[in-house]
């Protein structure tokens, strides 16, 4: 059964970096496109990023753009994503999912993580 596990969350102040994680099994996970999602305190599910099977083709929210990277190593089942100059806009809990041909929305993610807490605040 498909299972995927995020870590490397916490606290970090405003304009500093983390670097998420996101191990999976299951399934083929190198056959599949991946996206990361979040849920900011009393909001709903916002999608963040995804990238192809092969990892050559990645797409970002535009509140994110130039501050994230995503990335995946297909030799370990991992994806990561790396957030830098972070804000307290950003604050949420993300959960790194499985994603169906077309991708770049919340509609194309068809198994989800248990998700990790990102706290941004001085």
């Known amino acids: 059964q498909v299972q995927l596990v995020e870590s490397g969350g916490g606290m970090v102040q405003p304009g500093g970096s983390l670097r998420l994680s996101c191990a999976a099994s299951?399934?083929?996970?190198?056959?599949?496109?991946m996206s990361w999602v979040r849920q900011a305190p009393g909001k709903g599910l916002e999608w963040v990023s995804d990238i192809n099977s092969g990892g050559g083709a990645t797409y970002y929210e535009d509140s994110v753009k130039g501050r994230f990277t995503i990335s995946r190593d297909n030799a370990k089942n991992t994806l990561s994503l790396q957030m830098n100059s972070l804000e307290p806009e950003d604050t949420a809990v993300y959960y790194c999912?499985?994603?169906?041909?077309?991708?770049?929305?919340?509609?194309?993610?068809?198994?989800w993580g248990q998700g990790t807490q990102v706290t941004v605040s001085s």
């Open positions: 299951g399934f083929t996970f190198s056959s599949f496109a």
């Open positions: 999912a499985k994603t169906l041909y077309g991708g770049s929305s919340l509609s194309a993610c068809d198994y």
